[in-house]
């Protein structure tokens, strides 16, 4: 299913970023690994539209999603603490006046469900990029929120799987820069992670 998904959403989105190569010159952490271009920090996030993501000349090795594991993921624990919170109150009585039983689980029922739609929106706006000049992670809907950083910039891709993820074939993937112990930026829960890390570093190998 994850496949499936992986190569209709690249799809799409690798239409949506071929619209119009980057013109402007405003996000250069690519170009020359020395120095950043003035007033700008190497993988802060700027606001810019999807049309804006690719530079001349620049192409698009690798475009990701999450899993949609990932949706599970960040919804379970919520999802877990208010159904017991309807156990409780139900089995306790302490909604008294203000909720029957049958209220009381379907505002559980409602909440359950408005936070798994927006773990799928959040899961809808999140795209990683690899491209031969740079890591990009693209969030937001309305306004998207790019965060970037120049292979030559990058001294290690680390693969960050727990048991479960390597149950489910899949990963987190950590970028980390310079003296940095902690990563700078992650990939969330990836599909075939092991498979996208040799990738990822194919590509820092030829940086």
């Not at 505002?107 to 990009?136: D, E, F, M, P």
């Not at 990058?154 to 970028?175: C, D, H, K, V």
């Not at 990563?183 to 092991?194: F, G, H, K, R």
């Amino acid at each position: 299913m994850d496949r499936f998904i992986s190569r209709g959403s690249s799809a799409l989105l690798d239409r949506r970023v071929r619209l119009r190569p980057d013109r402007s010159g405003g996000i250069t952490a690519y170009q020359g690994c020395g120095q950043t271009a003035p007033g700008e920090a190497v993988g802060v996030a700027a606001r810019r539209n999807h049309a804006e993501v690719l530079h001349d000349n620049e192409i698009v090795i690798m475009m990701v999603r999450p899993s949609l594991w990932y949706v599970s993921a960040v919804s379970m624990r919520i999802t877990v603490v208010l159904l017991l919170a309807a156990l409780v109150i139900d089995r306790t009585g302490m909604a008294g006046q203000l909720f029957d039983e049958r209220s009381l689980w379907s505002v559980a029922g409602i909440l359950v469900a408005v936070r798994w739609v927006y773990a799928l929106i959040n899961w809808l706006s999140q795209l990683y990029l690899l491209t031969n000049h740079r890591i990009v992670v693209i969030r937001g809907t309305t306004k998207v929120e790019i965060f970037q950083v120049g292979l030559c910039r990058i001294t290690e891709a680390r693969l960050m799987s727990t048991p479960l993820q390597r149950l489910l074939g899949t990963g987190n993937i950590g970028f980390a820069t310079g003296g940095d112990i902690l990563p700078q930026s992650v990939w969330l829960w990836v599909a075939n992670a092991p498979r996208v890390h040799q990738q990822i570093l194919q590509a820092l190998s030829k940086r």
